[in-house]
């Protein structure tokens, strides 16, 4: 039996440990390395406890019989859109929070309907629902965001963290008319329907009507919610209850379809209604809540707080205000965050800009709309923090369709050329042979070293999502079910897991529900559903490692890339660290 268990931050870093399986120590001396022990007598039936020295024993635990932990899911009954299409739900993404303080996390899901929709199409979607699930597979609550909340990966981000410090983690999303909270009570007008109809056609789109698979006419509008009333609603964590709830910002801004396409550059939503979150520490001290509205074009961001039981609004950034001209059309299909300029205060990275902790244009690298960015400390041997992205916008940028920024400046550290739209790209440390990250684009053959020089055999298949799973510091490559080994010496990968049974989630997006350090020693789990949507399967590598370092969440880049993960196009969390080299450093 592989054995792990968590290092804090906040534990003393001399201390030792002692391992018990029914009752009784196994490790002959105190374990001072690395919190993975292989017990070769284990047995399906064991017990394990671990006990710091001078400290509490944990409460025992048994293994995992499938080789995965199951947390059993309440699937909706189908439903049926005003035009008599029946749909179904599947789980989606998911987060990870102490909802009710007793130090384990909880699992909070997203189910999204079969209709759900991008916006750049018109028709009904089906509501989004968001349920709370202990990791014993107890459901706590379930949110119905209603009919006036469209269901799409664009439009429901739901930030779960411990915004004022009891303990407790919150729940915060966009809601609108006819939202009910966890306890059944409804926010605003229950009766309101502000979904477009059968009939509407936009005055200044009337030829953008699509047709079904089944000959139907769809007008532009139907289903789309381009009027009625926005709000923000902060939940409690352990029952689902609104707590509080304001008018939403970034606000629209306006109703018509005119005077939408004069903001935002249509009038049928596909920018004004592309939303992002996340969590920044703002005051370098409290977390405040960041959402943020459109990219393409005019990119909208307030920051929020929840203090004393109050919800109140810190700023609200408006690139279409005289002065932030250059910061339009800069935005990605997802944010990060972090104190990119060492003052103990969060920035929020937006793509191809930066905003300071206090609403402020900090930079503009002007490279445009990308649908991927990866924030961290990819390159250990430059000072401060690194920005490595892909971009559409080549016919306007000079060609360009991946580049290295510095995360505090946004100055262009090195470029690649692309003639077309890049879609995805990926900075991990999988070649131990060059020092910091390597990174690679779907739409180039070439693998860069973090100074972007050319490593020859070409890259990995998958650009998707990096996860540290086996025993080394190197990151192991996660793709739809599958986790791989890229093998420097031969140029391919070497698979580690797959997941028969589970699959992932967004389409040819292809993310899993979560990936994240959620239990055990520091190394990632792998949250997926199962294929019917029955249950969620965490999955922890079987793998032992000799490296001893603290839970990754206790990081604040990588525990708010965790918040922020279920944003828009889902990315991996990254460390404010060189992981390979803290470890170096150490002599591990």
Do not use: C
């Amino acid at each position: 039996m592989h054995v792990s268990w968590r290092l804090l931050a906040s534990d003393d870093r001399r201390v030792a440990f002692d391992l018990l399986r029914d009752g009784k120590r196994i490790n002959p001396a105190p374990i001072t390395g690395a919190t993975s022990f292989v017990d070769a007598d284990g047995r399906p039936s064991s017990r394990y406890s671990v006990q710091p020295a001078g400290g509490p024993r944990s409460a025992p635990v048994g293994p995992w019989a499938q080789g995965y932990l199951s947390i059993p899911l309440d699937r909706p009954a189908d439903r049926t859109t005003p035009a008599g299409e029946r749909y179904s739900y599947s789980a989606n993404d998911a987060s990870a929070g102490d909802l009710d303080g007793d130090g384990r996390y909880e699992i909070v899901v997203k189910w999204d309907p079969s209709i759900s929709k991008d916006n750049a199409f018109a028709g009904y979607s089906g509501e989004t629902l968001i349920d709370a699930y202990t990791l014993d597979g107890k459901r706590l609550w379930r949110i119905d965001l209603g009919r006036n909340i469209r269901a799409g990966a664009h439009y429901t981000q739901f930030m779960v963290y411990d915004l004022d410090g009891d303990g407790r983690a919150e729940v915060a999303m966009k809601t609108a008319d006819g939202t009910v909270d966890g306890v059944g009570k409804v926010i605003g007008d229950a009766d309101a329907d502000w979904r477009g109809g059968e009939g509407e056609v936009p005055q200044a789109d009337r030829t953008g009507s699509k047709t079904l698979a089944d000959g139907t006419r769809v007008a532009p509008l139907q289903g789309r919610i381009l009027r009625g009333p926005e709000y923000l609603t902060v939940f409690d964590g352990r029952t689902g209850r609104a707590l509080a709830t304001a008018p939403y910002a970034p606000p629209r801004g306006a109703e018509t379809t005119e005077a939408l396409t004069a903001l935002w550059g249509d009038g049928y939503g596909n920018r004004s209604d592309r939303y992002l979150a996340g969590v920044a520490y703002l005051d370098g001290k409290r977390p405040s809540l960041v959402f943020g509205r459109g990219y393409y074009a005019r990119s909208t961001i307030a920051a929020w707080d929840w203090r004393d039981g109050k919800l109140t609004r810190r700023w609200l950034f408006d690139s279409a205000a005289p002065g932030n001209e250059t910061f339009g059309g800069q935005g990605n299909h997802q944010l990060s965050v972090a104190d990119v300029d060492a003052d103990g205060r969060d920035e929020i990275i937006y793509g191809s800009m930066a905003l300071d902790d206090e609403g402020k244009g900090l930079w503009t690298a002007g490279l445009g709309h990308g649908d991927t960015m990866h924030v961290g400390d990819l390159d250990p041997n430059r000072p401060g923090l690194e920005k490595f992205g892909v971009h559409e916008n080549v016919s306007r940028n000079g060609g360009i369709g991946a580049a290295m920024l510095d995360a505090r400046t946004g100055e262009r550290l090195w470029t690649t050329p692309a003639q077309r739209d890049t879609g995805r790209g990926l900075a991990a440390d999988i070649d131990p042979r060059h020092a910091g990250d390597e990174a690679w684009a779907s739409n180039s053959r070439e693998l860069y070293d973090v100074r972007g020089q050319v490593i020859p055999g070409g890259h990995p298949r998958a650009a998707n999502f990096a996860i540290w799973w086996d025993g080394d510091p190197l990151r192991e490559l996660l793709d739809r079910n599958r986790i791989t080994k890229w093998s420097w010496e031969s140029a391919s990968e070497t698979p580690l897991l797959t997941a028969e049974g589970a699959t992932s989630n967004n389409g040819t997006k292809a993310t899993p529900a979560l990936s994240a350090d959620l239990i055990g020693d520091w190394r990632e789990e792998l949250v997926l559903r199962s294929e019917d949507s029955s249950e969620l399967r965490i999955y922890t590598t079987p793998i032992a490692t000799d490296i001893r370092l603290p839970t990754l969440m206790h990081d604040p880049v990588y525990r708010l890339g965790v918040a922020w993960q279920n944003t828009a196009y889902n990315q991996p969390p990254h460390t404010s660290y060189f992981l390979a080299g803290r470890v170096e450093a150490k002599g591990e």
